[in-house]
């Protein structure tokens, strides 16, 4: 799981800390998870959630900063959270036809609206659209229809070894415009670690061109145990005239091998 998909955790954490704080409002969360299928062919996973709880801040795909740094590699957290009622199904509409969402209770006993079947037929980079039937008492009705992230490419090879002296470079296709972020995760496991808990988290403008330094690459460098994860997304966000809010995020994730 990319460091963007945790664009959850404040609205779980606000629902379930228990203790006073701003107003709530019904806030809907709109998810479109893309990736290149066994068959080579492209697929998505559409969810969405909706809660009453604080407005909490949003990842902006339009900003131009870069950075990179070491950060744990957190869990998202279990609890429960005040869920809202939008209705039976939601339709999802992409390039390969209308699939309908369905809610669902995930682990913690939430309410997450998903297709029947894992993954739908889409292809990343053209829009899609959720209708949001609503619900007395629950979110109200919207329609939401949003730019999915384009599939990554011509990405070039991550080492999997490094001195601290030597950056690595990151090169892939851009998109040719500011509507995306592109993301890195290396993965590892520290030292008496029995599983991968840390990682260099790399969040670049998409333009093709990133450096990873040296001084971040020393932990990955040495351990028997990394993984890489890397995401390209699109994020937005739409008020409801309701006083609620609408956010959007759709990423393209893949897993590349580290390079030797």
């Given amino acids: 799981m990319?460091?963007?998909?945790?664009?959850?955790?404040?609205?779980?954490l606000a629902g379930c800390s228990g203790l006073a704080g701003p107003e709530k409002a019904p806030t809907g969360v709109l998810r479109v998870f893309a990736q290149a299928g066994d068959d080579g062919q492209y697929v998505g996973r559409p969810e969405a959630t909706f809660l009453n709880t604080p407005l909490a801040s949003f990842p902006d795909s339009r900003d131009p900063s870069d950075l990179c740094q070491l950060a744990a590699l957190l869990t998202i957290p279990v609890g429960r959270v005040e869920n809202l009622d939008a209705g039976d199904s939601i339709a999802f509409t992409a390039d390969g036809g209308t699939a309908y969402l369905y809610p669902r209770a995930?682990?913690?006993?939430?309410?997450?609206?998903?297709?029947?079947?894992?993954?739908?037929?889409?292809t990343p980079g053209t829009a899609v659209t959720f209708q949001i039937p609503g619900a007395p008492g629950g979110f109200p009705a919207a329609t939401f229809t949003g730019l999915t992230a384009p599939a990554i490419t011509q990405l070039s090879p991550i080492p999997r070894a490094s001195s601290a002296s030597d950056s690595v470079v990151v090169t892939w296709a851009p998109t040719g415009d500011d509507s995306s972020r592109f993301e890195v995760s290396l993965q590892f496991a520290t030292e008496g670690a029995t599983s991968i808990n840390r990682q260099v988290l790399c969040q670049w403008r998409d333009d093709g061109r990133a450096v990873i330094a040296g001084n971040l690459l020393s932990e990955w460098a040495t351990t028997a145990m990394r993984r890489i994860e890397v995401s390209r997304f699109r994020a937005a966000q739409r008020d409801l005239g309701s006083g609620g809010v609408l956010y959007f995020l759709a990423t393209y994730d893949m897993m590349p091998e580290p390079a030797p």
Avoid: Q
Wanted: glycine share 10%; hydrophobic share 45%.
């Fill in 2 to 12: 990319t460091g963007v998909r945790k664009v959850l955790w404040p609205l779980v």
């Fill in 106 to 122: 995930d682990l913690g006993g939430n309410t997450v609206y998903l297709p029947p079947a894992t993954f739908v037929s889409l």
